[in-house]
């Protein structure tokens, strides 16, 4: 315990919760600790992703335990990895059971990004994975008869709705396993009451028992704080930067 102190302190992670899991030292320590197969941990290196970067370390094993994480991390510290490469050793391979995983941003530049970096960390895996750009070619493409066929959702709030509120719903949330919101500091800043009620509606429409949600923050705010704590049972916080309590 000593020496996973001294660890999270020597990177600045600080973490509130019970039972959490230790950081990883190294990108190896996945395989080695959490069984996670040779190819993604090769991905990751043809990334040019050598070292676990901070917010990775902790929020890595985390996620592989499944628990409902609240990650806060400066801006460009590696938190797209830090959800996606769990996500993907979650989800293993194509199934066509629909959309197992969503994950929500704030504008459609971020998406496309989030898009790039889940295409190199799944290679090799066959997913489908998909962004809403224009909502009407996204009515067509999940229609009853297609939607099974995908499995990551990338998207904005806005755009899952429409496809939701569809007549019929155009898409099904009831095998979605993680609901991951990036940015969750921007999306909750934008609307507060319309972000709380958009993520409302589409946590209710992920009926799995399986559902896990996280959230990715650049900066530490109160009111992300307070959805996390009043909804996420066994909640997990990390915030890098701050010296361990
Ligand atoms: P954030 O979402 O925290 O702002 P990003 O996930 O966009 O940060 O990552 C910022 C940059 O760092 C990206 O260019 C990404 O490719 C790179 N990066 C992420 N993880 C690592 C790593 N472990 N080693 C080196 N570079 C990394
Ligand atoms: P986002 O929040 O997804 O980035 P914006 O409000 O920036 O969406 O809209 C970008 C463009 O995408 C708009 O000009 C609009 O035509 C289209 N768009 C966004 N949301 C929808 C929607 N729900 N239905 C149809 N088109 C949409
Ligand atoms: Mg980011």
Known sequence: QEKINRLRNEHRISVIGKNVP???KSFEDLKTFYNVPEDLVKNLA??????????????IPIMLEKRPLLACAPTGSGKTAAFLLPMINHLKGPEKRGFRAIILNPTRELAKQTYRECVRLSEGRGFRIHIISKVDQALEKYGPKSSQKFDILITTPKRLLCLLNHEPPAVSLQNVEWLVIDEADKLFEAGPRSFRSQLKQISTACTSENLRIAMFSA???FIVNKWCKRHLKGLVRVTIGLKNA
């Open 219 to 221: 900066t530490n705010t």
């Open 46 to 59: 043809e990334c040019n992703y050598s070292t676990p970067t901070p917010i990775q370390m902790q929020a």
């Open 22 to 24: 230790k950081p990883i």
